[in-house]
């Protein structure tokens, strides 16, 4: 490891400030032992047996990996699914028969899918995309590279050693969620779904055979919940504290289109939050236990620093600018952990500009009182989420066959 990486994770681990990005006081890495206490009274489902979703897996997708990555016949297979995009398209023919079972399961809206709420949520992606692109897409990244687990688990595998196709391949949800056509025949989201569950499945197959793997079972229902908290759970929260105007019904409407994405990849309907407080409820319990610093994950998140910095323009101010927006989303605490360089220019000045640009697109200020050097601030965050648009784009979701090479 570099000695820029050494001294990166040194900060990290002395990090004590307050978890700011969603009100968090814990500073913590330690495996979580205590008990599961979200009640399933407050899930979509209404019900459920309460079992701790950590030991909880996916019983229909992982036999179905398994058994393609031990026959050889992913290459083939995706080959196959590499054009298959459209919620309504036909699964093309030669896949072997039980793959075709299990997505013909798999691919179906769950029984209490509402396609008002799913249409008004395409509206209110597409009014508020610029906030909801930056938060999902730059904020949840570096939520995530503090999640332990999923720093390990992405380090290790096959996207590890190419971040950048890694990165195009974990928007592509993403931004089918967003999409104005999610959920509509012509969309995508759908597919894009059910194909990262059968990656899950793959990467829970493919990781204990690595050298390197010494955490046990990896994305656990309870997994998957931990970064659902980190894209329309965190997203909302910063709405709400950026003073962004919104109807319960297109919060609920917001909400909505995320449940039905966690069913289909393959959340239980026990697990899924009926409603925010379900969901800031359940995000409380599963966050603090399950985030901190690692080795792994402040090289991950210089890495895409790095890529966001050479994106945004060549400049020598290009990282600084970078770096404190990055600071400014998740809070003091997180960037700890990611080893994010403080920046004593750009950190203030972002701290100060963003509320006014913020009101300024939501017609609370006129243009004359937003200083000029907002939008130095304003194109940098436009250039972010191009950046991500831009790599979305390139790639398809794929099966992998192999853990990180060697």
Same mark, same amino acid.
């Given at each position: ?13 002395? +990090?004590?400030? @307050? ?31 309460? @079992? ?35 919620? %309504?398209?036909?699964?093309? @023919?030669? *896949? ?15 029984? #209490? ?8 949520? +395409? ?20 939520? /995530? ?6 720093? #390990? ?14 990165? +195009? ?6 931004? /089918? ?8 025949? %012509? ?18 197959? *493919? ?12 994305? /656990?229902?309870? !997994? ?17 504290? #950026? !003073? ?68 945004? /323009? ?10 404190? *927006? ?11 952990? !990611? ?9 203030? *000045? ?27 601030? !304003? ?28």
């Amino acid at each position: 490891m570099s000695e820029l990486s050494r001294r990166k994770l040194l900060m990290s681990g002395g +990090a004590l400030g @307050a978890f700011g990005a969603l009100g968090i006081a814990t500073p913590a890495w330690s495996r979580d032992v205590s008990p599961w206490t979200w009640s399933p009274t407050g899930s979509i489902a209404g019900s459920g047996s309460g @079992a701790d979703p950590r030991t909880i897996f996916d019983a229909e997708a992982d036999p179905v990996s398994a058994e393609l990555l031990d026959s050889g016949a992913v290459p083939e297979v995706n080959r196959l699914l590499w054009n298959w995009t459209r919620n %309504d398209q036909p699964l093309p @023919a030669g *896949l072997p028969g039980y793959l075709t079972d299990f997505i013909e399961q798999a691919r179906r809206l769950p029984s #209490w899918a509402d396609t008002a709420k799913l249409e008004r949520a +395409a509206q209110f992606n597409k009014s508020r995309g610029l906030y909801l692109n930056l938060l999902n897409g730059v904020g949840g990244g570096m939520l /995530s590279t503090a999640i332990p687990k999923e720093a #390990w688990s992405v380090y290790y595998s096959k996207g590890g050693a190419d971040m950048e196709d890694r990165v +195009a391949k974990t928007s592509l949800l993403g931004f /089918s969620v967003g999409a104005l056509n999610a959920y509509r025949p %012509d969309g995508d989201c759908v597919v894009n779904a059910v194909k990262t569950r059968l990656v899950h499945a793959a990467v829970r197959h *493919l990781l204990p055979q690595s050298p390197h793997w010494k955490w046990g079972p990896i994305i /656990s229902q309870e !997994d998957i919940l931990v970064t659902w908290h980190t894209l329309p759970t965190y997203a909302m929260r910063k709405l709400r504290e #950026w !003073d962004v105007p919104i109807s319960a019904a297109d919060a609920q409407a917001y909400l909505h289109v995320w449940q039905v994405t966690a069913h289909l990849l393959g959340v239980r309907d026990e697990y899924i939050p009926a409603t925010w407080a379900a969901a800031n409820a359940q995000s409380d319990q599963v966050l603090p236990p399950n985030m901190g610093p690692t080795r792994e994950g402040v090289e991950l998140t210089d890495i895409l620093l790095g890529q966001l910095a050479e994106q945004t /323009s060549p400049g020598s101010i290009s990282r600084p600018l970078v770096n404190a *927006l990055a600071r400014y989303l998740v809070g003091d605490q997180v960037s700890d952990w !990611d080893g994010i360089k403080r920046e004593p220019v750009w950190g203030p *000045l972002i701290a100060k500009l963003w509320p006014l640009l913020v009101r300024f697109r939501e017609g609370l200020v006129p243009l004359p009182l937003v200083p000029e050097a907002a939008w130095v601030i !304003d194109e940098a965050v436009r250039q972010y989420i191009l950046f991500f648009l831009t790599k979305g784009k390139e790639t398809k979701i794929e099966i992998p066959t192999i853990n990180r090479p060697e």
